[in-house]
């Protein structure tokens, strides 16, 4: 009975401290000790499967660490951005304004990411990108606070059009979704191809993220090139592969692209996606200890096959780790902080690499064909590949 009072008004004086304000100072310092991580990822859509591998990388790197940054604990915060291009602002305040966030992580699609771009200038938050290749991230608008720990869309269909020639498709038609990650790639592949002598007999297009893809494959059939190559990603890449055989052309008209099209989607894609060449800077059969290891430890952990976008959340996180360890936790010493993102070598599952000036990697890119749901890698496409940073002030 004492010692139930004794609790009842010990806890009453509490309440009564934390109303005068006594307590705050205290109850603000236990929050602070936290580093705030906000996602900003598609869970629903198209791209849905794409933001949970992105998470699950991420996550396996920082607990690698014990769960911890630079010795801190971690509160994260998330947010389903939907692959919607006009939420993309408004979700990106509510992760720095409302959850006032020391870090966000995010985003898989171009448009979304220029909203979360916009954010992240004006607010000067930390931004590593685990997907989006939007040039502007890390050309003309590039930032001292933005890292790509990713790709910008024409690196890996700069590797391509060269590889096609070479393989003796002189005549291609390109296919993709309307929208910048579709027309970057194909500005990366029409430099490559026509470089190597190829000639692009027509540019196809759908709006992101229709597949409807019938009409278009009809007019393929048509033209008759030498091969095709294309820009898909997720859900609509699978659908992509499978019309493609099931309209007649596969074993045809070789089918090519930037390695998006067979990254996550080789169960839902079965025999359609086999045989299907494309480039990209990482492959499932990397034959090197730590790719092994990471692909191991993945499918233990997530019961599921990882696949570039796990290694690029993966890579996130030992990016992150880096940079918080720099600063002892301490995410508000940014000097310091960016100098160690800048500075940082990425030992990677696809191999390690470094970042450019503009704070986007340069990195090796392989040539894969897809046999037996896996891709392999058959070649380098292009070796310490880098960005053009046009119009980057940095460095
Ligand atoms: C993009 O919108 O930048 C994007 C989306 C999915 C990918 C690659 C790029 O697989």
Same mark, same amino acid.
């Given at each position: 009975?004492?010692?139930?009072?004794?609790?009842?008004?010990?806890?009453?004086?509490?309440?009564?401290?934390?109303?005068?304000?006594?307590?705050?100072?205290?109850?603000?310092?236990?929050?602070?000790?936290?580093?705030?991580?906000?996602?900003?990822?598609?869970?629903?859509?198209?791209?849905?499967?794409?933001?949970?591998?992105?998470?699950?990388?991420?996550?396996?790197?920082?607990?690698?660490?014990?769960?911890?940054?630079?010795?801190?604990?971690?509160?994260?915060?998330?947010?389903?951005?939907?692959?919607?291009?006009?939420?993309?602002?408004?979700?990106?305040?509510?992760?720095?304004?409302?959850?006032?966030?020391?870090?966000?992580?995010?985003?898989?699609?171009?448009?979304?990411?220029?909203?979360?771009?916009?954010?992240?200038?004006?607010?000067?938050?930390?931004?590593?990108?685990?997907?989006?290749?939007?040039?502007?991230?890390?050309?003309?608008?590039?930032?001292?606070?933005?890292?790509?720990?990713?790709?910008?869309?024409?690196?890996?269909?700069?590797?391509?059009?060269?590889?096609?020639?070479?393989?003796?498709?002189?005549?291609?038609?390109?296919?993709?979704?309307?929208?910048?990650?579709?027309?970057?790639?194909?500005?990366?592949?029409?430099?490559?191809?026509?470089?190597?002598?190829?000639?692009?007999?027509?540019?196809?297009?759908?709006?992101?993220?229709?597949?409807?893809?019938?009409?278009?494959?009809?007019?393929?059939?048509?033209?008759?090139?030498?091969? #095709?190559?294309?820009?898909? %990603?997720?859900? =609509?890449?699978?659908?992509?592969? !499978?019309?493609?055989? /099931? @309209?007649?052309? $596969?074993?045809?008209?070789?089918?090519?692209?930037?390695?998006?099209?067979?990254?996550?989607?080789?169960?839902?894609?079965?025999?359609?996606?086999?045989?299907?060449?494309?480039?990209?800077?990482?492959?499932?059969?990397?034959?090197?200890?730590?790719?092994?290891?990471?692909?191991?430890?993945?499918?233990?952990?997530?019961?599921?096959?990882?696949?570039?976008?796990?290694?690029?959340?993966?890579?996130?996180?030992?990016?992150? #780790?880096?940079?918080?360890? %720099?600063?002892? =936790?301490?995410?508000?010493?940014? !000097?310091?902080?960016? /100098? @160690?993102?800048? $500075?940082?070598?990425?030992?990677?599952?696809?191999?390690?690499?470094?970042?450019?000036?503009?704070?986007?990697?340069?990195?090796?890119?392989?040539?894969?064909?897809?046999?037996?749901?896996?891709?392999?890698?058959?070649?380098?496409?292009?070796?310490?590949?880098?960005?053009?940073?046009?119009?980057?002030?940095?460095?």
């Amino acid at each position: 009975m004492t010692t139930r009072r004794l609790v009842l008004s010990r806890s009453a004086a509490v309440i009564g401290a934390a109303s005068t304000g006594l307590l705050l100072p205290e109850i603000a310092r236990a929050q602070g000790n936290k580093v705030r991580v906000g996602l900003m990822l598609p869970y629903t859509g198209t791209f849905a499967q794409l933001g949970v591998a992105i998470e699950n990388g991420f996550r396996m790197a920082l607990n690698e660490q014990g769960g911890k940054l630079g010795g801190r604990e971690i509160e994260f915060f998330k947010v389903d951005d939907e692959s919607e291009p006009s939420k993309g602002v408004e979700n990106a305040t509510k992760l720095v304004q409302r959850d006032k966030v020391d870090v966000l992580v995010g985003t898989v699609h171009s448009g979304v990411q220029m909203g979360i771009h916009k954010v992240a200038r004006e607010s000067g938050v930390l931004n590593l990108i685990p997907n989006a290749g939007i040039h502007a991230a890390t050309r003309a608008l590039c930032a001292p606070n933005v890292f790509r720990t990713s790709f910008t869309n024409s690196q890996p269909t700069l590797a391509l059009g060269q590889a096609m020639v070479k393989r003796g498709h002189k005549k291609a038609v390109w296919i993709s979704w309307k929208y910048a990650a579709g027309d970057e790639a194909f500005e990366g592949f029409k430099e490559s191809y026509t470089k190597a002598g190829g000639t692009i007999l027509k540019e196809l297009a759908l709006p992101f993220p229709n597949v409807e893809f019938q009409a278009l494959l009809t007019e393929i059939a048509a033209l008759k090139p030498d091969a #095709v190559a294309c820009f898909f %990603a997720g859900g =609509g890449a699978a659908k992509f592969i !499978k019309d493609y055989a /099931a @309209a007649g052309l $596969k074993g045809k008209i070789p089918l090519y692209g930037s390695g998006f099209l067979t990254e996550g989607v080789l169960d839902a894609a079965g025999p359609a996606a086999d045989g299907i060449i494309t480039t990209m800077h990482y492959s499932d059969s990397l034959d090197t200890k730590r790719n092994k290891e990471f692909r191991l430890a993945y499918a233990k952990t997530f019961k599921m096959q990882p696949d570039v976008y796990a290694v690029q959340g993966y890579d996130t996180g030992l990016l992150l #780790v880096q940079g918080a360890n %720099a600063v002892k =936790g301490d995410l508000t010493n940014k !000097k310091v902080l960016y /100098a @160690a993102l800048e $500075k940082a070598v990425i030992d990677s599952p696809r191999g390690k690499w470094t970042m450019s000036k503009a704070h986007n990697p340069v990195q090796d890119m392989y040539l894969r064909v897809v046999a037996n749901k896996e891709n392999k890698v058959i070649g380098i496409a292009a070796k310490a590949l880098s960005d053009s940073g046009a119009g980057c002030k940095l460095g």
